[in-house]
């Protein structure tokens, strides 16, 4: 490869691209200048369009150069340029506290422990990492590149200098993060640092609140997933022996695991599925709770498996020896929240004055806390039956006679199951034939049985439908005036700007009071936009007008081939909708477009109701046992 010349990647004027503004404007920032720079076309001309608009409104100066691209230059080697430009921007300006910012990113405001950092260095830990994992058992590399800034330091002056050096003499092939992590480790021991909380990026889901409102957008194009392979890369050190996997590395093995299967031929990738969610892997690979910083794997794993077998003094016991030794943290509390929806629901019923038999059933339960709408299959049959449920694991090889119902979750099914309402996340799904069908989500879920063998279904409907008769929650007569957003959770770490009329809330509970919670706080609302399916059919079971979206560039986050999608809408007699892309600044978009007011029919919620009653009578049967009270069991027939 051709070395950069640094005299043609300096900006002919260095500062003459800067943003003149008034006095009043610039006061505050005066010895702030950010810096970036960008291609010609149209994704990267138009966010710097965006970001030179947003630095202006803040009155922030700045130096956004575009720059060309020749002849069989690619991405990796458009990157390398930033070294040089941020040298040259550094060297024009040697008393600004220099920032550079990627073109796609953006900010909101510029907080001042930012603005005025005293350090070398400031920007965020790679990876946007917590920091318990800072450091070079986890990453590769120390910063993470898209937002930081140079003071005007010798220290800090001089590590750009090294930065620049190794960027215009060495030869390999490689991005601008090579050369300043380069630059890094030669100059480390005498730098500086500040580290810019990952809490202060924008719009992510999973944010931890802090009190400060967050300032950074994160804009990604897809390149540096397209380049990995190409571009050289510093390794990571070797991990010390904790027994937990490296981070990262089990959403990268589900991420490799779901590009075999969709590589492979049907006729093969099914069973090679149903294979790993008979032995555990299909668990052991799904996302569960993020990195605690207090509770071990074991520790998680023995009150999870307590609580799930309903051992209510085992699991209390090891929260008080737990709590008396640690501070725990909000993914601790995740976990013991899940753990006490557990106990609820399989310590009793749906009301006061329940009892009777437990039931079992198969849900998924995970990731921690759990996830709205596949916690509803427990507290919809222990509101219907006032009975206690209890959890069937889905890789147990001797289960017992147990039900399946809310969730695309048909492929775990085995001859001892016993299907209410139960769908598929693939056209593909491999379902038992030998299983008891009372009932599925919708006709596709149906194909799929008939496909395998098995029995011909033409009885249909998600059992979320039937909350409001479970929990009668009435929508007030006047709305908030505002909309909710409730995303998926494979979208929690995708940053959004919202409008200022747009709330966001969570999709994780699993309890009872939680679930319940937040459908009295939607049915306050206007209308609700989400990524998760179970909150589409909750709205319109509660005839809260809602629309049904994803975000661009993750349309495939959310798992299966979205034949859960109409599955569930034929289903239930509704029309078809499929998830709309949007952008990720919903700012400017037009929301009520996306929106519809789309009723569930009382005669689909009258046959869900009846296929429930039905199911639970199988279950009684097969387990052996007359399933509770008489009262209960009038109450359940149909």
């Known amino acids: 490869m051709l070395m950069q010349n640094e005299n043609r990647l300096r900006p002919e004027n260095p500062g003459a691209q800067a943003a003149h503004l008034p006095d009043d404007r610039t006061r505050g920032h005066a010895d702030v200048l950010f810096c970036s720079f960008h291609t010609s076309d149209d994704y990267y001309a138009d966010a710097a369009a965006r970001l030179r608009a947003s630095l202006d409104g803040l009155g922030i100066r700045h130096e956004i150069a575009e720059v060309h691209k020749a002849p069989g230059e690619e991405w990796p080697e458009i990157c390398r340029r930033k070294v040089p430009f941020l040298h040259s921007v550094c060297m024009a300006n040697p008393a600004a506290r220099v920032f550079w910012i990627d073109v796609d990113c953006d900010i909101d405001y510029l907080p001042g422990f930012v603005a005025g950092f005293s350090a070398d260095i400031i920007g965020f830990q790679r990876g946007f990492g917590h920091p318990m994992r ?10 993470e590149p898209c937002f930081w800034g140079i003071n005007a330091t010798p220290a800090a002056r001089a590590y750009i200098e090294d930065a620049n050096a190794a960027a215009t003499r060495m030869t390999i092939r490689a991005t601008d993060d090579f050369f300043f992590e380069e630059a890094w480790r030669k100059n480390a021991d005498r730098l500086s ?13 999973d944010r931890p609140e802090t009190g400060q409102k967050p300032f950074f957008y994160f804009g990604s194009s897809g390149n540096v997933a397209s380049f990995k392979g190409v571009a050289a890369q510093h390794s990571r050190n070797a991990r010390p022996a904790t027994g937990a996997p490296a981070p990262g590395t089990r959403s990268l093995a589900l991420r490799t695991a779901r590009r075999v299967q969709d590589a492979l031929p049907p006729a093969i990738a099914a069973p090679l599925r149903r294979i790993s969610d008979r032995i555990g892997m299909t668990e052991l690979l799904s996302p569960s709770v993020p990195a605690s910083a207090q509770l071990s794997p074991r520790s998680i794993y023995r009150i999870i498996h307590d609580a799930r077998e309903g051992r209510a003094e085992a699991v209390e016991a090891r929260l008080q020896d737990i709590a008396a030794r640690r501070l725990l943290s909000a993914t601790d509390q995740a976990v013991i929240g899940a753990a006490r929806a557990f ?25 921690y806390p759990g996830n709205f709408g596949d916690w509803l299959s427990p507290l919809i049959l222990s509101a219907a039956t006032r009975r206690p449920v209890r959890f069937q694991a889905h890789d147990d090889p001797g289960a017992a006679p147990h039900l399946v119902a809310v969730g695309s979750i048909g492929r775990f099914a085995r001859q001892s199951s016993i299907l209410f309402g139960t769908g598929v996340s693939r056209s593909d799904a491999l379902l038992p034939p030998d299983a008891t069908y009372i009932s599925l989500r919708g006709p596709y879920s149906a194909q799929a049985v008939a496909e395998a063998g098995g029995p011909r ?24 005036g505002r909309i909710a957003l409730v995303r998926h959770f494979a979208h929690r770490g995708v940053s959004l700007r919202l409008p200022e009329q747009v709330d966001e809330h969570s999709v994780l509970c699993s309890g009872r009071q939680e679930i319940a919670r ?25 005839g809260i007008p809602v629309g049904l979206i994803t975000f661009e560039g993750f349309e495939d986050a959310v798992h299966g081939d979205r034949i859960k999608y109409r599955d569930y809408a034929a289903g239930v007699g509704l029309p078809e909708k499929l998830p709309l892309a949007v952008d990720h600044d919903l700012r400017h978009r037009a929301l009520d477009l996306l929106i519809a007011d789309d009723r569930i029919p009382a005669t689909a919620m009258a046959d869900i109701e009846g296929a429930l009653a039905e199911a639970v009578a199988a279950h009684d049967r097969a387990a052996g046992h007359a399933g509770g009270t008489s009262q209960q069991r009038e109450k359940a027939r149909p």
């Not at 640092?193 to 889901?205: H, K, Y």
């Not at 609302?525 to 079971?541: E, R």
């Open 134 to 143: 800072i450091g070079y058992a986890n990453s590769a590399r120390f910063w």
């Open 343 to 367: 106990l609820d629901y399989g310590g009793r019923g749906g009301t006061e004055g329940g009892g009777g038999d437990p039931l079992r059933l198969l849900w998924w339960d995970k990731p």
């Open 457 to 480: 279904i033409e009885r249909f409907g998600d059992p979320a439908a039937i909350l409001p008769r479970l929990l009668p929650i009435a929508r007030p007569v006047r709305t908030n």
């Open 518 to 542: 937040l459908i009295e706080t939607l049915v306050g609302y206007d209308a609700v936009l989400t990524s998760a399916m179970h909150i589409q059919i909750i709205c319109q079971a509660y």
């Open 193 to 205: 640092f500040q580290m810019i909380p990952s809490a202060m990026l924008l719009g992510r889901a």
